[in-house]
């Protein structure tokens, strides 16, 4: 069982950065593959980004590619998404979660998700 705990959420304008975090708990952070994902209102919940075990493997969606950047510090158990130039449309509820195996890109992978943290942009 892993315990996932998001913050950095917040309500910032177009252009701006804000930087999200979600500490591990619970079996050894190193064991899974990290994910973050965000759901829009109405919208079905996306892939935003993806970080294997020990910091490779990192893909990202097409949309936020050269403007986010993830990353994740194992000897603190947490995972970050650095989020620079926001655009109106990335709002939503960011989540992150943990892969044990299987695809980077499909939510079915990930067995534990945190609650979410929400980022709204405005233009």
């Known amino acids: 069982q892993v315990q996932l705990v998001e913050s950095g959420g917040g309500t910032v304008q177009a252009g701006d950065s804000l930087r999200l975090s979600c500490v591990a708990s619970?079996?050894?952070?190193?064991?899974?593959?990290m994910g973050w994902f965000r759901q829009a209102p109405g919208k079905e919940r996306e892939f935003v980004a993806a970080?294997?075990?020990?910091?490779?493997?990192?893909t990202y969606r097409d949309s936020v590619k050269g403007r986010f950047t993830i990353s994740r510090d194992n000897a603190k158990n947490t995972l970050y998404l650095q989020m620079n130039s926001l655009k109106p449309e990335d709002t939503a509820v960011y989540f992150c979660?943990?892969?044990?195996?299987?695809?980077?890109?499909?939510?079915?992978?990930?067995?534990?998700w945190g609650q979410g943290t929400q980022v709204t942009v405005s233009s």
């Open positions: 970080i294997g075990r020990i910091g490779g493997s990192i």
């Open positions: 979660a943990a892969n044990p195996s299987g695809s980077a890109y499909e939510s079915t992978s990930y067995d534990f």
């Open positions: 619970g079996r050894t952070f190193v064991y899974y593959a």
